[in-house]
């Protein structure tokens, strides 16, 4: 399952998505320090599917973790070669023009 929230700003509708597991924690390396909170990513689990769908709805992507990130690549919204790694976890940030 995949924890995901959108947030609204005006014309933007940002999709904060994670791995389901990965809520609730604080991940560090050299370079970064990153903390997924349910006030981001949201309390809602759901499906893959669900998730590939509100992919289309939105402007703005935060994506972090294995599923999350390989669901938005096999969509085409994020090529393999853009995807940074925090603390061992994959990241990705997409905006939609």
Do not use: W
Not at 22 to 44: C, N, W
Not at 65 to 80: D, F, L
């Amino acid at each position: 399952m995949i924890r995901a929230r959108i947030h609204r700003h005006g014309e933007e509708r940002l999709l904060a998505a994670c791995d389901e597991e990965l809520v609730g924690k604080t991940f560090r390396d050299e370079v970064s320090k990153v903390t997924l909170t349910e006030a981001f990513y949201g309390i809602e689990a759901i499906s893959e599917e669900t998730f590939v769908e509100r992919m289309g709805s939105v402007t703005i992507m935060n994506l972090f973790g294995e599923r999350a990130v390989a669901a938005a690549i096999a969509k085409g919204y994020v090529s393999p070669e853009n995807v940074m790694v925090v603390a061992g976890i994959k990241h990705a940030q997409v905006v939609l023009i």
